[in-house]
């Protein structure tokens, strides 16, 4: 049976990118075997945070991924700080890691440069990435593009380990999005969407109000032209037309097709009706979810005692092969 696991950091309010871009194919990959989704709470204290945020936006990531169509029966989500074998399958993984492995990634290369001092974690969090995935033994990891050296990373630990230490990891392999794997910002369309860079108006949230979400695609930035046409110089108009056919289902070459002779202004209107349409039950179940803390909390706990059940046993033969407990 095929195994699937990800995670996704709680960092904040999730936005249109991390759902084109993950949480859609966490949804749709669910029911290829067993899934598991992991909110990898531990990750996010490897840089400057605020305990109280951590764990609302914990709380937060959670519900969104439920709103967006995780159903308890068919995965299993959980937090990952409930599950103690991710950092103690982290510091065993460490054995195998390498410095020179970890000084390339380019995270780790972005978030240090020009910081004077910088946390261990922030140089060492990949190894924790990889037991993220190995200790489910998985075989597909929804990823984004962005994502893709990670996931190598992890692949050369597993086969690191099963030579030194025998066989056991499958060598996972990344599901990455034929479409949409990188979002971009409406503004400032040669960036990628996101809540930490850019401004306001170029971030799509999951829970905008439909006016909102209209408004800023209808202000998006595009060309001096006026051809619905992908092209050089014309990022902002392909970014567009690719959420369209997301929210659509249409092709982006039929798109092109239909908007001949058309404006700017009919074709935003017409994705802005789309990309609203498209988000208007995610958010409406994201608000009753957190209206229900409780009922919230009751899933995640029942997701960590079924990811204990099968990291647990990842763990301990982990531990075996490598000479612990006698």
Request: net charge negative; proline share 5%; charged share 25%.
């Amino acid at each position: 049976m095929t195994r699937v696991c990800s995670g996704i950091q709680p960092t904040g309010t999730k936005h249109l990118g991390n759902y084109i871009g993950a949480i859609r194919h966490y949804v749709t990959d669910q029911d290829l075997g067993e899934a598991f989704y992991c909110i990898v709470d531990l990750h996010s204290i490897s840089v400057p945070y605020d305990p109280a945020e951590l764990s609302e936006n914990t709380l937060d990531t959670a519900a969104t991924l439920l709103a967006a169509g995780l159903e308890p029966s068919r995965c299993t989500l959980f937090i990952q700080s409930d599950v103690d074998a991710h950092a103690i399958g982290a510091w065993l993984l460490g054995a195998v890691a390498t410095m020179g492995e970890l000084r390339r990634m380019t995270q780790f290369k972005e978030k240090s440069h020009g910081q004077d001092s910088v946390s261990i974690d922030l140089f060492s969090y990949p190894v924790l990435q990889a037991a993220d995935i190995l200790l489910y033994r998985a075989d597909r990891v929804p990823v984004g593009d962005d994502q893709r050296q990670y996931l190598e990373l992890a692949r050369d630990i597993a086969q690191r380990f099963n030579h030194r230490f025998g066989e056991l990891f499958p060598l996972p392999e990344a599901a990455i999005p034929s479409s949409g794997g990188r979002v971009m910002d409406l503004q400032q369309p040669t960036g990628k969407m996101s809540t930490t860079g850019g401004v306001p108006q170029g971030t799509v949230l999951l829970i905008d109000p439909p006016e909102v979400v209209a408004s800023k695609i209808r202000s998006a930035v595009t060309d001096s032209g006026r051809e619905v046409r992908r092209g050089e110089g014309k990022e902002g108009i392909a970014n567009l037309i690719e959420l369209f056919s997301i929210a659509s289902g249409r092709g982006e070459d039929e798109i092109e097709a239909a908007y001949e002779g058309k404006g700017y202004g009919d074709f935003k209107a017409d994705v802005a009706d789309a990309v609203v349409e498209m988000l208007r039950p995610v958010r409406e179940r994201y608000l009753e979810l957190r209206a229900d803390e409780p009922s919230l909390r009751s899933i995640l706990e029942a997701g960590a005692e079924r990811a204990r059940s099968v990291a647990d046993l990842t763990l301990s033969e982990m531990r075996r092969r490598m000479g612990f407990g006698g």
